[in-house]
């Protein structure tokens, strides 16, 4: 097979979906692997480790998306690249089709297969594909968000963890998934005092037992949400329903309840936010106010860190991808139900549930399309 690493295009959007290493990996298993100059250089790969790995260079992208029978992204194809998408390919990548209603359109006009990794999941509902990103993303929104409550950057002026005798930041996590978790590890360590809100009581009880004694936990209610929001320094968006749009949880006129100059990370942009005044910013651009609380709103938070991020999220994606490779899409996902469910488009029908959903769009199961 063909396979295709395009360089990505998205605004700082710095990773890359291959490294060298799969590139070698992938050649000696018979395939073909097409690479677009610089695709890996701001991670930290470039052009000549994967010619090392026998990779060919390609000078475009539309030599690359031409020729690739399989491409493999980290973001969901943009305007630039919806031309260059074809029904007799599969894109492996993150595509968010529930957050981007002409993307869905698009790719469904398409007729290629569209995998997303944010949907592969586990029979233990894991979700392997974004768990490494979603990792990146909550120990970073801490970073961001102890830097915005800066005065100099327009926020109250609160060292995150204090200093004896003064109090420290109140850190509020909605949703206690892999995000919420790594956030409210990377806060405590700073020395907040973090509340995760969650409506997961299993959830809330092991991340009781295994979280610092300056965490706590609360179940998740529109009173408890109201109530934490009010005395929150920093409140951070983790939530997420797979595949589908992020509830609203925090409504535009709560933010009149908030501390002027408070920090609001939504790291469930992607998916649409689970704050209602949350719109997709860039790491060029990445902030903005409302009602005098700061929203950061990156949609690729761990693009500012590729180098680790490439890393994590290429253990995570290479299996799948040489498995795609050997065995073609439809066998794959015959072969392993967890792939299968990353499917989320396939030759012009929406085969996940959720995407239809949110677009009120027909549903074929991809066991009927299949067949």
Request: aromatic letters at 6%; glycine letters at 10%; one cysteine or more.
């Amino acid at each position: 097979m063909i396979v295709g690493v395009p360089k990505e295009i998205k605004a700082d959007e710095s990773r890359v979906a291959l490294v060298p290493a799969g590139a070698t990996a992938l050649v000696a298993a018979g395939h073909t692997v097409c690479v677009e100059r610089d695709a890996g250089l701001r991670s930290g790969f470039p052009d000549d480790m994967y010619v090392a790995a026998g990779a060919e260079m390609l000078d475009s992208a539309d030599e690359v998306w031409g020729r690739a029978e399989l491409i493999v992204k980290v973001k969901e194809p943009i305007e630039p690249e919806y031309a260059r998408m074809r029904r007799d390919q599969v894109i492996f990548t993150y595509f968010h089709f529930a957050a981007d209603e002409r993307l869905t359109h698009r790719t469904l006009e398409s007729g290629c297969v569209a995998i997303a990794y944010e949907t592969v999941q586990l029979p233990t509902g894991e979700l392997p594909l974004l768990t490494p990103m979603s990792e990146v993303a909550g120990r970073m929104a801490i970073q961001q968000a102890a830097k915005n409550l800066e005065r100099v950057a327009g926020g109250y002026g609160i060292l995150l963890g204090g200093v004896p005798g003064v109090l420290p930041a109140e850190v509020v996590i909605l949703g206690g998934g892999v995000v919420g978790a790594n956030a409210a590890t990377i806060a405590a360590g700073f020395g907040a005092h973090v509340t995760v809100l969650d409506v997961n009581l299993p959830r809330l009880r092991y991340l009781a037992e295994v979280m610092p004694a300056n965490v706590d936990t609360l179940y998740s209610n529109r009173h408890s949400i109201l109530e934490q929001i009010e005395r929150a320094d920093v409140v951070i968006g983790a939530v997420l329903v797979p595949g589908g749009k992020a509830p609203k949880l925090v409504r535009h006129d709560d933010l009149r309840r908030m501390k002027d100059g408070s920090v609001i990370v939504d790291v469930a942009v992607d998916q649409g936010g689970c704050v209602e005044s949350a719109r997709p910013t860039t790491h060029n651009d990445p902030t903005y106010t409302v009602h005098g609380v700061i929203h950061y709103c990156v949609a690729n938070m761990p693009g500012a860190v590729p180098r680790t991020s490439t890393l994590a999220l290429t253990n995570a994606t290479f299996p799948y991808v040489l498995r795609l490779a050997n065995r073609g899409w439809k066998v794959a996902c015959d072969e392993d139900p967890d792939l299968a469910l990353g499917v989320n488009i396939a030759e012009g029908q929406v085969t996940y549930e959720a995407v239809a959903q949110a677009f009120d769009l027909g549903h074929a199961p991809l066991e009927a399309l299949s067949a």
